[in-house]
C-alpha cells in the first residue's frame, strides 16, 4: 500500500509524491510508516528521513532539524524547521562545520546545536544504509 509524503521546510517544498515507506526519526524514536497508517502525530528529531518511492526510484535521503510529522488520510506531511536532500549536501562544509563547532567548544548550546546538524547532514549524504 502506498501513502502520499510531503516533505516541506519553512523555506520550500523538498519532496512531494508517493512512497511505499517511510523512516523518519522522532523525540521518541524511529518511526516506520506505510500505506493506512492510524492518524500520529511526531515531533521530529534532527536526523534522518529516509523515503522509499513507491515507483521504484532510488531511495530518497533528507537530513531535517526541528518541526513534526502528521498522519491522516494516508497522508502523511513533514514539516521541518530546516531539511536538505543527501544529494544537496556538500561533505566538505559539512565537515568543516563540525570542526569549527568543535574548536568553539562543546559547552556552548548553540555549538552543540551546530555540531548535532552538521552530523544530521553528514549522515544523510554518506548513508551506506538503503531500506530493502
Do not use: C, Y
Not at 532510488?58 to 510529522?69: D, K, R, T
Not at 544529494?87 to 570542526?99: F, H, K, M, P, Q
Amino acid at each position: 500500500m502506498r501513502i502520499q509524503v510531503e516533505l516541506v521546510a519553512t523555506d520550500r517544498k523538498v519532496w512531494s509524491g508517493e512512497a511505499s515507506l517511510v523512516v523518519a526519526t522522532t523525540v521518541d524514536g524511529e518511526l516506520g510508516i506505510m500505506g493506512g497508517h492510524e492518524p500520529l502525530m511526531g515531533v521530529l528529531a534532527d536526523g534522518l528521513v529516509r523515503i522509499r518511492p513507491a515507483d521504484g526510484s532510488p531511495e530518497v535521503l533528507a537530513a531535517v532539524h526541528g518541526g513534526f510529522l502528521a498522519v491522516d488520510s494516508n497522508v502523511l506531511s513533514i514539516l521541518a524547521e530546516t531539511a536538505e536532500l543527501a544529494s544537496e549536501i556538500d561533505v566538505a562544509r559539512a565537515e568543516r562545520a563540525i570542526e569549527r563547532a568543535r574548536a568553539a567548544g562543546a559547552d556552548d548550546p548553540e555549538e552543540i546545536e551546530a555540531i548535532r546538524r552538521a552530523e544530521s547532514r553528514l549522515r544523510a549524504a554518506v548513508h551506506p544504509g538503503r531500506l530493502h
